[in-house]
């Protein structure tokens, strides 16, 4: 089983940037497809974007395209969110989650484990 742990929210201003990380330990992250999901208050979770294992491949939520970039490190067991041109409609609880399916999924029900979340928030 793997645990993740997310780090790097914190309080911005609209436009600026942020970049957060997903530490995992207990299984080599190589073993998973990686995930990056929000959630805002009062809103269902939403997808952001997911990375193959080999980072050959990604996938992003229409909402942040061009915006947000997702990327890996399998040596040292991390993933990235890079995320730029930040609005205030992404605020919310960041998660990172792996899933042991081959898909860069973006339905929340496939992936199997989840970090604890990291608060951002974009002020206007």
């Known amino acids: 089983q793997v645990q993740l742990v997310e780090s790097g929210g914190g309080l911005v201003q609209a436009g600026g940037s942020l970049r957060l990380s997903c530490a995992a330990s207990g299984r080599p992250l190589s073993l998973y497809v990686m995930g990056w999901f929000r959630q805002a208050p009062g809103k269902e979770r939403e997808f952001v974007a997911a990375i193959s294992r080999r980072a050959d491949s990604t996938n992003y939520g229409d909402s942040v395209k061009g915006r947000f970039t997702i990327s890996r490190d399998n040596r040292k067991n991390t993933v990235n969110l890079q995320m730029n041109s930040l609005k205030p409609e992404d605020t919310g609880v960041y998660y990172c989650?792996?899933?042991?399916?081959?898909?860069?999924?973006?339905?929340?029900?496939?992936?199997?484990?989840w970090g604890q979340g990291t608060q951002v928030t974009v002020s206007s």
């Open positions: 989650a792996a899933t042991v399916t081959f898909l860069i999924s973006a339905q929340e029900d496939d992936y199997d484990y």
